[in-house]
């Protein structure tokens, strides 16, 4: 296949480079493309080719009298007009299907796993953004911890259970706690958090509460730390997968804070960005993403939807630019969409 400015020699040499470095890592040769091309070329020849392709900055040489291994527009190039998708097979596809959808699994369970799976197949780190749950409140408490710092335990309509330190006004009474709780839960049944929060902050603006002051700040303070907390979370999976990779990215500082940057809520709504834009899985070699500055990572990541098809989270991996894109991009794809049907 020929692409705009490559004939199609130049093509097949680049589509042998980038399949012969996904496969060993190490720089080609021109002896070893002459046994693995279609076309009987001789070495110099495909020297000439290679030194055409270095010049256009697909191709580059690690060392001196090296091989030559793909630049990021190289891989950029093959990912767009060049790679030939694997297909997964009905096996495959089942064992993902029963894999995320095993019973009496929460959300986060069935997301985790996924990312679990994604880490295992791809031999990178799996990345799943989740989406931002809003099941109904059962139960909520305060718990007193230390002076100034209380423990909110909420517990969902599905009997999952989350906990977060707030800060309260110093020197609360204990019957504060037990009346803000008791307060709370009066008002929670069969809400969601949004929805208790907007009654509750209704209530209080209407001075209809029988609340002291103490109280009120409390009970303002907990449900603004939950209802802030929104936007869902972020589940990353098989990180040792990546760092095993440092012998050839030689970034182990990098790629930690990497890590470190993926925890951050703006990181996440980035990352749903991305996603979105366009349909399907979208590939991201070096620093295309704006994620990290790296020259040794790519991301995968598709969007998967709920049952109205708007888009609630995403899933997909973080690796070397060394990963089976072939591979991984159909798996990211048939995960996504069946995660999505979960969730529908």
């Known amino acids: 296949m020929a692409l705009p400015g490559l004939n199609s020699r130049g093509a097949a040499i680049l589509r042998q480079v980038v399949e012969l470095y996904v496969e060993t890592g190490e720089p080609v040769g021109s002896r070893t493309l002459s046994r693995r091309l279609p076309q009987a070329l001789s070495p110099a020849t495909i020297r000439n080719a290679m030194a055409d392709l270095e010049e256009a900055g697909l191709l580059y040489a690690p060392h001196t009298s090296a091989g030559r291994l793909p630049t990021e527009q190289g891989l950029r190039l093959f990912v767009d007009g060049l790679l030939e998708f694997g297909d997964l097979t009905e096996q495959e596809r089942e064992a993902i299907t029963v894999r995320c959808a095993a019973a009496g699994r929460s959300v986060e369970e069935t997301l985790s796993e996924a990312g679990q799976m994604l880490s295992g197949l791809a031999g990178a780190a799996g990345l799943v ?28 309509a599905h009997g999952q259970v989350e906990n977060r330190v707030i800060d309260v ?14 307060f709370l839960n009066a008002r929670l049944s069969g809400r969601t958090l949004e929805e208790a929060r907007s009654t509750v902050a209704e209530e209080i603006a209407a001075n209809r509460s029988v609340l002291d002051e103490l109280t009120q700040q409390m009970i303002e303070s907990g449900l603004a730390t939950w209802a802030g907390g929104g936007g869902g979370s972020l589940i990353l999976r098989g990180q040792a997968k990546l760092l095993e990779n440092v012998d050839q990215l030689a970034r182990v500082q990098e790629i930690q804070g990497l890590f470190e940057r993926l925890e951050a809520q703006e990181t996440m709504l980035r990352l749903l960005e991305l996603a979105q834009r366009g349909e399907g899985v979208q590939i991201f070699i070096g620093a295309e993403s704006g994620l990290f500055n790296s020259a040794g990572l790519s991301m995968v990541v598709s969007p998967f939807r709920d049952g109205k098809e708007q888009i609630v989270g995403a899933i997909g991996v973080i690796g070397p630019t060394r990963i089976n894109y072939g591979r991984i991009i159909p798996v990211v794809d048939y995960t996504a969409r069946v995660i999505g049907q979960l969730l529908g």
Do not use: W
């Open 129 to 156: 953004v989740a989406p931002k749950t809003e099941a109904a409140i059962r139960h909520i408490e305060f718990v007193s911890l230390s002076s100034g710092r209380a423990l909110v335990v909420l517990v969902n």
């Open 169 to 182: 006004p110093p020197g609360l009474p204990a019957s504060a706690f037990t009346q803000a709780s008791n």
